[in-house]
């Protein structure tokens, strides 16, 4: 497996914290973890040892944040399994 770029596209700001839009960048890495940047400063990077669908778990905050792949894959699970 290659590692996998993708966004995080959110559609409502639930905690009034990072806004709309495009609020982070980030990889999946081939072993199963994932990095994610923030956009909004003052910008962070988190490591995500469980990988896109733990953070994805965390952030999606009921469907009001999305995963958008760059590199093909629809769903973090897809990502995970290849």
């Not at 995080?8 to 994932?34: I, M, N, Y």
């Not at 990077?45 to 590199?71: L, N």
Request: hydrophobic fraction near 40%; aromatic fraction near 10%.
């Amino acid at each position: 497996m290659e590692p996998r770029r993708f966004y995080l596209q959110r559609h409502l700001d639930v905690t009034g914290a990072s806004g709309t839009g495009v609020v982070a960048w980030g990889v999946a890495w081939p072993d199963g973890s994932a990095s994610i940047r923030w956009v909004r400063e003052p910008a962070s990077v988190v490591f995500w040892p469980g990988g896109v669908t733990d953070a994805e778990w965390v952030h999606s905050h009921g469907g009001a944040t999305e995963v958008v792949w760059i590199d093909g894959q629809t769903s973090a699970r897809e990502a995970e399994a290849s």
